[in-house]
């Protein structure tokens, strides 16, 4: 009669209420809003698109080479000389992210040599399958106004795809601090070029937003 | 150690390589020798198989010979006495630096979109012996992208950087100079010919060699990246010169096959056939499960693994004499011994035989001493030919024997149907016409000195005429050199009767003399070894004489070779027909023969990888895993053994072909002895003397691979050769072989598939003229039979023969071949009959 002992703690469990915390305000409610996430946050990937509209991967597989974690697929393909997909010979005929599997280290985007695939800020999706969880090139090919796509099951808000590429790489061009400041990015479909990331010493709205999330935690804590 | 030993007597060169004392070989170029020592030196041109040119300068090292010290490329180079050798001197990095530099100047850096990135030398060697930075900030060269150069290859010339490899390979091993250098200071350029494409057999070794990605093969372009690529060495099996190759493949599929450079055997060199080929497995009609034909529709249903096997359980239980396989040189040795022992041993047929009738008598290949590729090939030895064009037929052989033959000074003796791709090098070429050869080698062997009991039969004068060549010939065999003789079927409308009674001269001449069977189909050396043969056991038994311990039974009667056997099939005396991955509509000489024959069958069983037209008509199709799905283990034509070895999973249920006649033996009650391929190893090596000796687990992991000791117990009694038929107004047929055929492996292989060119009848010019043809096609007759055929005007073909090829599209030269010993045709202008 064991397995009633676990029906009950099922049956306590449901009257219990939802453990998940919304945002501030709840979701739909008024004040709904999410917390502020630093620039070089690691979310959802894209597949960018150059401004004439061309994709930009052009499935070389240094993604999936690098990946620590394995969850990228990539074949590559020649490009129909009528209807090329990608500037080049190569394109990425398939490309696919588990998400079951990344663990958002961006060494994907570090390793790519055309700036093709870059990460949003977002982490709020979810799935109820294994197979929804991998994400396929259509999915994670930005629209043809170079956003990415918000798809039904994923927390998009306004504002929020400002940040899926533009300065998202941890280093400076090659390396060098003296290359801090400089436009290293190609041009992208809806955003044109972007400016590069502020240096290090500059302090940016964001940094100021989440440092006062900072001090009210810390403060919460003193006081609890 | 007690007292000092006198220090052996140094042999070599000694010299000076970076602070160490060293000593190389006499002649030796610094590259190998600095190889040879573990000191890298960086290359781009430079290739072990082929002669230095000195163009890529990138081995430049500071060399000082007592005139002080010089930049000099180490490729072309040979180690003299006392020579002092820097190879990390601030000169020599300058250098390095310096050509890095001066080769990236143009080349592209889309290494990202490059198949060759992550594998490239030019990549390897910039991160390793490059400057790191550039200081050109030029525009850089540009060509039209990818040119295809043929059907396979396609050249990119931004990224080409002049190193000579392709072209000098195309030229000296290949000898197809289809590809040159074209134009000028910077815009130099590797090309074609105008309107003749590089449709060389072996322009995948071009891909190969190539030390940046200019040249990149059609079926791999994109299709994966060197860095994830898993990799097996195998041999390749299409035919029976046994390549050692490299499996790669990527998701569960095999998507390129590399050269090995195996001394003994191909030298890195692959035909386009064995490199190209595994697309068939891939990519072809493969036949996933087992199919029984439904008795009420006729159609092949498919059915579990048990439910085949009982069918052909009930089909097998009937007289030996009744059942009756042809084929099984597909097969690695581990299938060839089971489905042996399964029909010889349990069943108790002897109608077993792996030839389709197209090859030499299994008791003549069987019982001749073999010589090896490394033997043929020494320098200073004589090579016969005796039978087909080996560019045809074995590619790979044929690359080992011209470098002997063009490069070592082997002298060659021709005896071959057509002229051949080495008749411009042979030191003696006979116009042979059919049925001639045997009259041929008996005009030598007398000449040489051989005690025969009979004269020259030459009515027609052909030999006579031919005195000077045969003097020549005789001198060059007069065993003071060591004898190769290469001997394959050259024409398929004669009778193999003719070069068997050659052979049999040539042993009387000297019994010293070796041979290789030039026998085309893959593993058909271990189809013989193991008794696929009528009238044979395993290890070259006769079966009177078959000592088999672990067999339950022999057969107790000689069987039927593959002709016969489809004669008693026509005619209602065989029940069961195993077809053991053949296709005997397409490969057998007479196709209404084998339609008799598979109607006039109760039960035939085809068992195969491959669905073909063949297995379309069969009772029961047992589905067979291929290359590169299963281990096992290759004979090639020396004998020696090499692995097979499994890199890719077999679609669905097909199976080990050693397994199905395991699973059958059950079937039948009886149990075969072995569950796994360590446990069939253990049997061979304990049954047959042979295969005593091997060790199955490192087989060919660390040498070229064992070749077996075939020591035969037994001779063959060779008697007077058949007379050379008489002279004759019309035309002797010659049927020879092309590589791209019609065949399972071409046809199956996509990027293969529409390279067989259209079949035509070639004819010596001075015929064409002395005959008046003029136009495209003749009107050949043949019986009461007329056909039009198109011409082609070919001066390889001996005057008074004509030469088609079966096989191939438009027409099917086997409905001219009789079944006589040799085949006349009469040849007419079109129009007329």
């Known amino acids: ?224 | 150690m007690t007292t000092a030993e006198p220090t052996e007597a140094v042999t070599g060169v000694p010299f000076t390589l970076n602070g160490t004392e060293l000593v190389a070989e006499e002649g030796e170029l610094l590259i190998d020798a600095c190889d040879r020592n573990g000191v890298h030196i960086p290359r781009f041109c430079y290739h072990n198989r082929m002669k230095p040119v000195g163009m890529c300068r990138m081995c430049l090292v500071e060399v000082d010979t007592g005139r002080g010290k010089a930049l000099q490329p180490s490729c072309m180079l040979p180690v003299t006495p006392e020579m002092k050798v820097e190879t990390e001197s601030e000169a020599t990095k300058k250098a390095q630096d310096g050509v890095l530099e001066l080769l990236l100047a143009n080349h592209p850096l889309d290494c990202p979109v490059c198949d060759k990135g992550g594998e490239c030398p030019l990549q390897d060697n910039a991160y390793a012996f490059g400057p790191g930075e550039t200081r050109f900030v030029e525009e850089k060269r540009h060509f039209k992208k990818p040119i295809p150069i043929s059907d396979l290859v396609k050249l990119d010339r931004e990224r080409c950087i002049l190193c000579d490899r392709c072209t000098r390979f195309a030229s000296d091993v290949a000898g197809d100079p289809l590809i040159h250098f074209i134009d000028r200071g910077s815009q130099t350029q590797v090309n074609t010919f105008p309107d003749h494409p590089f449709s060389s057999y072996f322009s995948g070794n071009t891909v190969q060699i190539c030390p940046v990605g200019a040249l990149t093969a059609e079926p791999y372009r994109f299709k994966a990246r060197p860095w994830d690529l898993e990799a097996v060495e195998s041999t390749a099996t299409v035919d029976s010169t046994g390549a050692r190759v490299v499996l790669q493949s990527s998701q569960n599929e095999i998507v390129r096959v590399l050269g090995v450079d195996s001394d003994a055997v191909n030298w890195s060199w692959l035909s386009d056939k064995e490199r190209f080929s595994y697309e068939a497995t891939a990519k072809g009609d493969r036949i996933e499960q087992p199919l029984v034909k439904n008795e009420e529709t006729g159609m092949l249903e498919a059915t579990r693994w048990n439910n085949a096997a009982k069918k052909v359980g009930a089909a097998l239980r009937v007289e030996p004499d009744r059942i009756a396989a042809v084929g099984g040189a597909r097969m690695p040795l581990e299938g060839q011994y089971a489905w042996a022992k399964l029909l010889k041993g349990v069943v108790g047929t002897d109608h077993v035989d792996a030839q389709l009738d197209d090859g030499l008598p299994g008791p003549l290949v069987l019982g001749l001493p073999r010589a090896t590729i490394n033997d043929a090939c020494k320098p200073g030895g004589v090579v016969v030919t005796i039978g087909a064009d080996l560019k045809e037929e074995l590619p790979t052989l044929f690359l080992r024997l011209r470098h002997a033959v063009v490069e070592d000074g082997v002298k060659l003796i021709e005896l071959t149907s057509t002229a051949t791709h080495l008749s411009d090098f042979a030191t003696v070429r006979f116009d042979v016409t059919p049925g001639s050869v045997g009259q041929f080698a008996t005009a030598i062997a007398k000449q040489a000195g051989a005690d025969l009991d009979f004269d020259v039969a030459d009515e027609s004068g052909l030999v006579e005429a031919q005195a000077d060549k045969v003097a020549a010939a005789a001198a060059l065999l007069d065993g003071s050199v060591p004898v190769t003789i290469i001997v394959g079927r050259g024409n398929l409308a004669e009778s193999p009767r003719f070069t068997s009674d050659a052979v049999g001269i040539f042993r009387r001449l000297n019994d010293d003399f070796q041979f290789m069977p030039a026998l085309r189909r893959g593993n058909i050396n271990g189809a013989l070894e193991m008794g696929l043969v009528p009238g044979f056991t395993p290890g070259g038994v006769q079966r009177e004489s078959a000592q088999l311990d672990t067999w339950p039974d022999v057969p107790d009667f000689d069987g039927m070779d593959t002709k016969e056997i489809f004669r008693a099939a026509a005619e209602g005396r065989i029940d069961t027909l195993l077809l053991l991955a053949a296709n005997p509509l397409q490969d057998f000489l007479d196709e209404d023969l084998v339609r008799r024959a598979l109607a006039n069958v109760k039960t035939v069983i085809a068992v195969d990888g491959i669905s073909t037209e063949t297995t379309d008509l069969a009772d029961v199709v047992l589905p067979a895993a291929l290359f590169g799905e299963v281990d096992g283990t290759f004979v090639n034509l020396e004998g020696r053994l090499s692995p097979l070895r499994a890199k890719v999973t077999p679609p669905s249920q097909a199976r080990p072909d050693w397994m199905i006649p395991a699973e059958l033996a059950i079937v039948l009650g009886v149990e075969l002895g072995f569950t796994t391929i360590d446990e069939l190893h253990s049997e061979l090596s304990e049954v047959l003397p042979s295969f005593a000796d091997i060790d199955w687990d490192t087989l060919g992991s660390s040498d070229d691979g064992p070749v077996l000791k075939l020591n035969r117990s037994w001779n063959i009694e060779f008697g007077k050769p058949a007379a050379a038929p008489p002279a004759t107004s019309a035309f002797r047929l010659v049927a020879t072989r092309k590589l791209w055929d019609q065949g399972t492996m071409v046809q199956e292989s996509p990027s293969l598939a529409s390279l067989p060119s259209e079949a035509a009848i070639h004819l010596n010019p001075d015929d064409i003229e002395r005959h008046g043809f003029v136009g495209d096609s003749v009107t050949v007759r043949i019986g009461d039979q007329t056909h039009t055929i198109p011409l082609t005007s070919d001066v390889r073909v001996n005057p008074t023969t004509a030469s088609i090829p079966v096989c191939l599209p438009g027409f099917d030269a086997r409905t001219l071949i009789t079944g006589r010993s040799t085949t006349a045709v009469e040849i007419r202008p079109n129009g007329t009959t």
């Open chain 1, 1 to 224: 009669m064991g397995y009633l002992r676990g029906f009950a703690v099922t049956a306590k469990k449901i009257f219990e209420g939802v453990t998940t915390k919304q945002y501030e305000g709840g979701k739909g409610g008024k004040t709904d809003q999410k917390a502020p996430k630093p620039e070089r946050l690691h979310g959802r990937h894209v597949l960018n698109k150059y401004e004439d509209g061309m994709e930009k991967c052009i499935g070389c597989e240094l993604c999936a080479g690098v990946c620590p974690a394995n969850c990228i697929y990539v074949r590559g393909a020649e490009n129909p000389p009528s209807d090329p997909k990608s500037p080049g010979e190569r394109f990425g005929y398939v490309y696919e992210i588990n998400y079951l599997r990344c663990i958002h280290c961006d060494m994907c985007v570090e390793a790519c040599p055309t700036e093709a695939i870059t990460e949003t800020k977002l982490f709020e999706f979810s799935f109820s399958n294994r197979s929804d969880a991998i994400y396929t090139k259509d999915e994670l090919l930005v629209d043809d106004d170079g956003r990415p796509q918000q798809l039904p099951w994923e927390d998009w808000r306004d504002g929020e795809d400002q940040h899926t590429s533009g300065w998202m790489r941890a280093t400076a061009p090659s390396g060098k601090a003296s290359a801090q400041g400089t436009v290293a990015w190609s041009g992208e479909l809806g955003y044109g070029v972007r400016a590069p990331e502020a240096a290090q010493n500059v302090r940016t709205p964001i940094d100021a937003a989440i440092e006062a999330v900072a001090v009210d935690t810390a403060k919460a804590e003193e006081k609890g």
